[in-house]
C-alpha cells in the first residue's frame, strides 16, 4: 500500500470549528536552488508563527522541518511525521510559507492539495500565497494553485538544468567535485577541487598493482590484506573521520572484498587521470541514480600526480583481459602462464595440474576443451611446466638478443648513411630540380611582357605559357618527392623503435614473471606432441626493422666485416 492510499484509509472526521491544531511545515533545500533564496529554517519559522499568534482560532501544535531535503519529492522525514500526525487525529491544520516550500513536484503537490489533504478534513494554508483552505476555500478552487504549483516545478527543472551543465563545465576543466577522494588520494586543503596523494593509502594501491603483477589473483590479494589487518576504503574514511555512508563497511566488516581490488587495478585516477560523471540521477524527480556509458563519461588526464606507472597500469589491463584461475595451492597466486597458454588447435586455455609421485612433484598443461570432453572436441595437448618454461625462455632470449644487435646495426647504418652516396646523390637530385624550378618560373615570368611588346604572337604565348606551366608542376612534384625521401632516409629506424626499445632492457634474462610475459608476449600456443608456438608483441617494429637492415645489406656486410654483428 502506498503512504497516500495509507493516508487514506486513515482519514479523519471534520474538526471543530475554532479548534485548529496547527503543524508549521518548513523546507529548505540545498539542491534545486532554494539555498540562494532568503528563506532561511529562522525566518520562515518567526513568520508562521506571527501569523499563529495573530490568528486566535489557531493552537500551535509542532514543526515540521526538513531542513536539506529538495523539494522534487514528498519522501522527507519531517512531511511523513506530519501526515502521520494527521492520521492519527494530532493536528488538523497545516501551515507552510508558500506552495513552494510545500513542493516543487507539480502531479505530487496537486495530489495532496486535491485529494489527501480534504479527504482529511485538513486545513491548509499557504501564508504569502494568500491560500487558505477553510477561511477561503476559493482560493484553493482556483487555476492559480496548480498554475504557481507548474511554475515551482518549472523553476526546479531549470535549476537543476543549470547545476548539472555547471558541473560538466567543472569537470572538463579537470577539477574534482566529488564528496570523497578515491582512495588513495585527498582532497588539497589549498584546493578541494584537485587531488593529492594520501601516502598511506598509496602504499596500499601500489602494493595491490605490485602483488597482481608478481602473478597474485584478485582473490589472493584480498585475502593477503585481509590478513594483515589493512582497513577497506570505506573503513579507511571512517577511521580518517570522514563521514562515509556506503553500507559495505557495516555488512563486511572492513574487509576487502574483490570487487574493491578489481576497482582499484582498473582505475584512471591511479595514472593521474580524473574520470567523473560515471552515474547520474535519473531526473531531477527522480533522484535514483543510472550509470554513465563509458563514451559519455568526462575524462581529463594528467589532473594529479600519478600513484602508478602508465607502463604498470597498461600491463595490469592487459592480465586482466586474460583468462586465468586460481592455483589453489599457492594461496592466490597465479602460475607464470596463467592466461597466456591455448590450445593451438581449439584455442582454449590450456590448464595447470600437479602430479606428486614419492620423489618429486610434476606440473604439467593440458588442453581444458581435451581435459572436459576427452577426445570428443580436440586432442590430448599437453606440456610440462618445466618444458614450457625453458622453451619460452629460450625464445625470449634469442629475441632479446636480435634486439641488442639490431640496436647496434641500426646506428651504424644510420651513422654512415648520413654522410655516404645515397645522402649525396639526393642533395645533388634536389640542388638540380631546384634550379631548375627557378629557371622555368623566370622564363614564365618574362613571357607576359614579351606578348605585350609584340615580340612572341599571342598563339605562342599560351603555347608556351602552357608548357612552362606544366614543367613547374612536373619539377614541384619531383623536388617533394626527394625532400620525402630525404626525410624517410634522415629518420630511419634507431633504437626507439617499439622492438627494439622494448626487448633490449631485458638481456640477461634467467627467469620468467608474468610482468615480463605481458610485455613481451601476446600468446603461447601448444600443439599435439608439445610443440610451442610464441606470439610476439611489437611485431609490426619487428619486421620493419629488419627490413630496413635488409634494405641496406651492403652497410650490414661491412658492419659484419668488422667484426660486429
Known amino acids: 500500500m502506498s503512504r497516500t492510499s495509507k493516508y487514506l484509509s486513515e482519514a479523519v472526521q471534520p474538526a471543530p470549528v475554532a479548534a485548529w491544531r496547527a503543524g508549521l511545515y518548513i523546507r529548505l533545500s540545498r539542491e534545486d536552488g532554494d539555498k540562494l533564496e532568503s528563506e532561511s529554517v529562522s525566518s520562515q519559522k518567526a513568520l508562521l508563527q506571527r501569523f499563529v499568534d495573530d490568528n486566535t482560532e489557531i493552537t500551535?501544535?509542532?514543526?515540521?522541518?526538513?531542513?536539506?531535503?529538495?523539494?522534487?519529492?514528498?519522501?522527507?522525514p519531517a512531511f511523513q511525521r506530519m501526515m502521520a500526525d494527521a492520521a492519527s487525529?494530532?493536528?488538523?491544520?497545516?501551515?507552510?510559507?508558500?506552495?513552494?516550500?510545500?513542493?516543487?513536484?507539480?502531479?505530487?503537490?496537486?495530489?495532496?492539495?486535491?485529494?489527501v489533504f480534504p479527504t482529511f478534513k485538513l486545513r491548509f494554508i499557504a501564508v504569502n500565497d494568500g491560500i487558505d483552505s477553510f477561511?477561503?476555500?476559493?482560493?484553493?478552487?482556483?487555476?492559480?494553485?496548480?498554475?504557481?504549483?507548474?511554475?515551482?516545478?518549472?523553476?526546479?527543472r531549470d535549476i537543476s538544468m543549470k547545476v548539472r551543465s555547471a558541473l560538466d563545465i567543472r569537470r572538463k576543466q579537470g577539477k574534482f567535485i566529488g564528496s570523497f577522494a578515491a582512495y588513495g588520494y585527498e582532497k588539497d586543503e589549498a584546493d578541494h577541487n584537485k587531488l593529492v596523494i594520501d601516502d598511506e593509502a598509496a602504499a596500499t594501491v601500489r602494493f595491490i598493482y605490485e602483488k597482481f603483477l608478481s602473478g597474485y589473483s584478485i582473490i589472493g590479494i584480498a585475502r593477503l590484506l585481509n590478513e594483515r589487518g589493512v582497513p577497506n576504503p570505506s573503513a579507511y574514511k571512517a577511521e580518517k573521520g570522514l563521514n562515509c555512508r556506503r553500507s559495505s563497511t557495516c555488512k563486511n566488516g572492513g574487509a576487502w572484498t574483490d570487487s574493491t581490488v578489481r576497482r582499484i587495478l582498473t582505475s584512471e585516477v591511479y595514472i593521474g587521470n580524473l574520470v567523473q560523471k560515471k552515474n547520474e540521477v535519473i531526473s531531477y524527480k527522480i533522484h535514483s541514480a543510472k550509470a554513465v556509458e563509458k563514451s559519455n563519461r568526462i575524462t581529463v588526464k594528467g589532473t594529479h600526480k600519478?600513484?602508478?606507472?602508465?607502463?604498470?597500469?597498461?600491463?595490469?589491463?592487459?592480465?586482466l583481459k586474460r583468462d586465468t584461475r586460481t592455483s589453489p595451492k599457492e594461496s592466490g597466486k597465479l602460475s607464470t602462464f596463467a592466461g597466456f597458454i591455448k590450445c593451438a588447435d581449439c584455442g582454449r586455455a590450456m590448464q595447470k595440474r600437479t602430479v606428486k609421485q614419492p620423489n618429486k612433484t610434476y606440473e604439467y598443461y593440458i588442453c581444458?576443451?581435451?581435459?572436459?570432453?576427452?577426445?570428443?572436441?580436440?586432442?590430448?595437448h599437453a606440456i610440462r611446466a618445466e618444458v614450457l618454461e625453458e622453451a619460452v625462455l629460450t625464445t625470449l632470449n634469442k629475441y632479446i638478443q636480435l634486439a641488442v644487435d639490431f640496436d647496434r646495426?641500426?646506428?651504424?647504418?644510420?651513422?654512415?648513411?648520413?654522410?655516404?652516396?645515397?645522402?649525396?646523390?639526393?642533395?645533388?637530385?634536389?640542388?638540380?630540380?631546384?634550379?631548375?624550378?627557378?629557371?622555368?618560373?623566370?622564363?614564365?615570368?618574362?613571357?607576359?611582357?614579351?606578348?605585350?611588346?609584340?615580340?612572341?604572337?599571342?598563339?605562342?604565348?599560351?603555347?608556351?605559357?602552357?608548357r612552362y606551366e606544366n614543367s613547374i608542376k612536373r619539377t614541384e612534384r619531383e623536388i617533394a618527392r626527394i625532400k620525402e625521401e630525404m626525410r624517410s632516409f634522415a629518420n630511419g629506424v634507431d633504437g626507439s623503435n617499439p622492438f627494439v626499445a622494448t626487448f633490449k632492457k631485458y638481456g640477461g634474462l634467467t627467469k620468467l614473471s608474468r610482468d615480463i610475459l605481458v610485455e613481451l608476449v601476446e600468446n603461447i600456443y601448444i600443439h599435439e606432441g608439445g610443440g610451442v608456438e610464441i606470439h610476439l608483441k611489437c611485431k609490426d617494429a619487428f619486421?620493419?626493422?629488419?627490413?630496413?637492415?635488409?634494405?641496406?645489406?651492403?652497410?650490414?656486410?661491412?658492419?659484419n666485416s668488422t667484426g660486429i654483428a
Open 60 to 76: 500551535l501544535t509542532d514543526y515540521y522541518i526538513d531542513d536539506g531535503y529538495s523539494g522534487t519529492d514528498f519522501e522527507r
Open 89 to 115: 487525529k494530532k493536528i488538523n491544520c497545516v501551515i507552510v510559507k508558500d506552495l513552494s516550500r510545500f513542493g516543487r513536484n507539480y502531479v505530487e503537490a496537486g495530489k495532496y492539495l486535491e485529494l
Open 409 to 466: 646495426l641500426l646506428e651504424k647504418i644510420n651513422r654512415m648513411q648520413k654522410g655516404g652516396a645515397r645522402s649525396k646523390r639526393l642533395t645533388a637530385e634536389l640542388s638540380s630540380n631546384q634550379k631548375e624550378l627557378e629557371k622555368s618560373q623566370k622564363i614564365l615570368l618574362d613571357l607576359y611582357p614579351d606578348f605585350k611588346n609584340g615580340l612572341i604572337s599571342r598563339e605562342q604565348y599560351f603555347a608556351l605559357k602552357e
Open 306 to 319: 600519478p600513484i602508478i606507472l602508465q607502463q604498470d597500469f597498461d600491463k595490469v589491463q592487459s592480465l
Open 543 to 559: 619486421l620493419a626493422a629488419s627490413e630496413y637492415i635488409e634494405q641496406h645489406q651492403t652497410v650490414s656486410n661491412a658492419e
Open 368 to 380: 581444458s576443451t581435451y581435459r572436459k570432453m576427452h577426445s570428443t572436441l580436440c586432442t590430448k
Open 135 to 156: 477561511a477561503q476555500p476559493s482560493t484553493m478552487n482556483t487555476v492559480i494553485v496548480p498554475f504557481k504549483n507548474i511554475i515551482n516545478d518549472e523553476y526546479c
